[in-house]
């Protein structure tokens, strides 16, 4: 089964999102540099996301521009993308750099891997629309994305975590709920790995 185009759309945009926290760590920025260059770009994002639901003539706008890469029901709400971006803002202000670096990483790679597994293959529902074989593909694929900065046992408790959060029915959007749960936990658990 293909995935819908604006499904793929997003994705896709959805996977570039982890160049935030590799940037983050390769460059060697500090988290004040990191929240300056990233806050250019929520800032204006959100702004913008926000407006256009206020002006309806800009809405439509908006959504003829972007009509491939968002949700129904985004048309009246705020796009996964400013939800997106702002997670990864807050995830950078609240956790030291490798815990942010790599509950942003969960986020971009696993949910990617969730969803393109999920509706390639279907199958059981676990919760919130989210298939069994989605959620397997989340929990593998956010493990080995955080083995580089964790434990074995650390990394597959963190991904086990994630996996549970996105199934979860939380009031927030699970692109704020999965790196900011991640990000506890691995804080919460690194200081016993060394």
Known sequence: MLLPSFETARKLIHLAGGLIPLLYVFLNLTKLQA????????????GADILRLWWPALN??????????????????????????VACWLTILAFERTVAAAAL?????GDTAASVVGQAL??????????LSGSGAFLVTAFLV??????????F???VIAAITECL??????????????????????????
């Open 35 to 46: 929240l300056f260059i990233l806050g250019t770009l929520v800032l204006p994002f959100v």
């Open 60 to 85: 439509r706008l908006f959504l003829r521009g972007f009509q491939g890469a968002m949700r129904p029901g985004e048309e009246t709400r705020l796009t996964g993308a400013t939800y997106y971006l």
């Open 105 to 109: 990483l969960v986020l971009a790679c």
């Open 122 to 131: 279907g199958g059981y529902r676990v919760g919130r629309g989210k298939t």
């Open 146 to 155: 955080t083995l580089p900065f964790f434990s074995p046992a650390i990394a």
């Open 157 to 159: 408790g963190g991904a």
């Open 169 to 194: 029915p939380l009031p927030l959007d699970d692109n704020i709920t999965i790196p900011l749960v991640a990000g506890i936990y691995y804080t919460l658990l690194t200081p016993l790995a060394m």
